[in-house]
T-cell receptor, first 114, second 116 residues
Framework: AQKITQTQPGMFVQEKEAVTLDCTYD???????LFWYKQPSSGEMIFLIY??????QNATEGRYSLNFQKARKSANLVISASQLGDSAMYFCAMRYSSASKIIFGSGTRLSIRP | GAGVSQSPRYKVAKRGQDVALRCDPISGHVSLFWYQQALGQGPEFLTY????????KSGLPSDRFFAERPEGSVSTLKIQRTQQEDSAVYLC??????????????FGPGTRLTVL
């Protein structure tokens, strides 16, 4: 069965520090995509970064990078130099080629301390 | 519009009432998805349209839930005889292309449904 696991319900980080949000996944499909979304208190899901299962290099988007370890089935999000505006819920998600839908993890609430 | 829009943003219904939630996807987007997000949880898939065709409705929790997209653009999610467990945020997302695992879905702001 396809599954996304986020084991950190909440995290507190000091402003300007780097933070890693954990995500593991389970799928038997060889072709899949991994996503991270940010959901601030306003409720909208904001796309952050994408990693394809066949991509050789880890994805990066500005301050966001995805630490993709295929053998371990992990796709951790790294946020460098955290900012107060990074405080939000973060969801790891997966889409496998045989399906159209995205399945989401339970999320991690990140709080940035000034 | 520039993004996915949903209306209403908030809906309060008495148990047993029918509700209709609207989604306006990004113009030209082929695919449209509905998700249900309970408080404190991640979104869960409800149903998927490719143009006007409903290709996957495996996530609809009961036959009280019905979705349509008759002209391949605007979609409506209807919930009949609402129950308290239907209280959640209903998210709509659209995407431009299909057939690839990379298929960024753009989400709307959601409709928060509260059933009393």
């Amino acid at each position: 069965a396809q599954k996304i696991t986020q084991t950190q319900p909440g995290m507190f980080v000091q402003e300007k520090e780097a933070v890693t949000l954990d995500c593991t996944y389970d799928t038997s499909d060889p072709s899949y995509g991994l996503f991270w979304y940010k959901q601030p208190s306003s409720g909208e899901m904001i796309f952050l970064i994408y990693q394809g299962s066949y991509d050789q290099q880890n994805a990066t988007e500005g301050r966001y990078s995805l630490n993709f370890q295929k053998a371990r089935k992990s796709a951790n999000l790294v946020i460098s130099a955290s900012q107060l505006g990074d405080s939000a819920m973060y969801f790891c998600a997966m889409r496998y080629s045989s399906a159209s839908k995205i399945i989401f993890g339970s999320g991690t609430r990140l709080s940035i301390r000034p | 519009g520039a993004g996915v829009s949903q209306s209403p943003r908030y809906k309060v219904a008495k148990r047993g009432q029918d509700v209709a939630l609207r989604c306006d996807p990004i113009s030209g987007h082929v695919s449209l998805f509905w998700y249900q997000q309970a408080l404190g949880q991640g979104p869960e898939f409800l149903t998927y349209f490719q143009n006007e065709a409903q290709l996957d409705k495996s996530g609809l929790p009961s036959d009280r839930f019905f979705a349509e997209r008759p002209e391949g653009s605007v979609s409506t999610l209807k919930i009949q005889r609402t129950q308290q467990e239907d209280s959640a945020v209903y998210l709509c997302a659209s995407s431009l292309v299909i057939g690839h695992s990379y298929n960024e879905q753009f989400f709307g702001p959601g409709t928060r449904l509260t059933v009393l």
